[in-house]
């Protein structure tokens, strides 16, 4: 797992590794890391053209440390001094004494530079960048240079990952010790570029439980369910699906699609839309309900395409199985029903689904994306799947930490794409697994295959990432 954490976590640390080490010993490791990383982006070192963005405290530090080691080796380097009586003053002697020099005219060292270090405001910042960063940055970004960002691009809310102003978006970004929140989590995401993490000694006196995870394929492959000897479809699990209806049958298919490929044993059809499933996956078993008599099953999905049928909705909700509600059923929700169940839910909705369950705007959802999948799990007591540029996967209890999914593609903004994913994490319900690991599990196949259907750089359909599962399956099923 990629694992991030809090300021206040990464700084206590900091501290308590500083006080075993000789004064800027930790800054200096943290620089000649970065420095390594800008050479090797830089290709040629000797006679590059280097600008420091430089603000106050150690993150200007870093990059002042960072330049100096540049600037040995036979780079041009300049300082652009954002708070000059603030400078790391053991940072600026060294990169004098380097012969680096302090820029008196940032716009005229930027316009030619071949790279730039953001050191503005690193992991400290709130609330974007100051009004005197401002045209600096923009300059900056509109140079040719390649811009690297010191820890956190700055701008953005290292403990967040909102973008609360304006930021300085990155080509890479270099951090230290462990990765931030706003490393995994859009929209800071998306200023960070490439991301190297840089060991300064950090993790042994890190907490054993972070705040964010983010699973690799080997953390997947150890969940996906493994048919043993003696497994038959029953044992394997059986997942029921209420979703589709007369206007919306495609919804029924998909989810079907990506349930029938999740790992349980069989799949059990109830509603509306029997004969566009049979005709389609002739090995599903159907009936057409109510959810209650259709027969043993070992999780349910619900809503998908279900239009109104608020009462099948609710009689799932009563079962005593792991239940996952995606779309249709996400409307008639009561938080206090959900909180009452003897059984684990799933939810997993949009941004727009996810704003109407908490009762706020969209936009504010999409800002705060970890605050938003915290507060549904909270408010539900259940495990909340927030789907988006970055899926965020919460369980119930708060202390867990939040899994953040790295897979996908832009391409799969199509419709149709959340019903196969309700229906390959249903099914993972049912084969045994946990809330929180069939959610894990499912969005990581599900962006992998979407990468899969994609990987020629053409539109895909939602059905063609269901027929990709298979492909995804092995690929992290090799990582064993």
Known sequence: ??????????????????????EDALMRRAAAGLAAV?????????????????????????????????????????????????????????????????????????APADLVLDGITGIGGRGGLRPDAIPVARAARGSDAVVVAVDLPSGVDADTGEVRGEALRADATVTFGTHKAALLIDP???????????????????????????????????????????????RRGVVGVVAGSERYPG??????????????????????????????????????????????????VVGPGLGEDDDAVREVLASDVPVLVDADGLRPLDPAAVRARSAPTLLTPHAGEAAALLGVAREEVEAARLASVRELAARYGATALLKGSTTLIAGPDARTPVRVNPMGTPWLATAGSGDVLSGLAGSLLAAGLPPLDAATAAAYLHGLAARHASARGVPITSYEVADSLAAAWRDVRSAR
Request: aromatic share 4%.
């Open 188 to 234: 800071a995401r998306e200023y960070a570029g490439t991301v190297r993490l840089v060991d300064i000694g950090l993790e042994p006196v890190l907490p054993s439980v972070p705040e964010l995870e983010s699973p690799q394929h080997h953390d997947v492959a150890r969940l996906l369910p493994e048919p043993a000897g003696e497994s038959d479809k029953y």
């Open 251 to 300: 919804a029924a298919v998909l989810a079907v699609a990506g349930a029938l490929r999740g790992g349980a044993g069989a799949v059990r059809y109830v509603g509306h839309a029997a004969d566009a499933v049979v005709a389609r996956f002739p090995e599903t078993l159907v009936h057409a309900g109510p959810p209650a008599k259709a027969g043993r099953v070992q999780a349910w």
């Open 38 to 110: 800008c050479a090797d982006l830089l290709g040629r070192v000797y006679g590059a053209r280097v600008v420091l963005l430089v603000g106050a405290g150690a993150n200007g530090g870093d990059a002042l440390y960072a330049g100096a080691a540049l600037a040995r080796r036979g780079a041009g380097v300049g300082a652009v001094l954002l708070a000059p009586d603030r400078a790391h003053p053991a940072g600026l002697a060294a990169l004098l004494r380097a012969g680096g020099r302090i820029a008196e005219d940032p716009f005229a060292v930027l």
């Open 1 to 22: 797992m990629r694992i991030a954490y809090r300021v206040e976590t990464v700084r206590a640390a900091e501290a308590e590794l500083m006080a075993r080490l000789p």
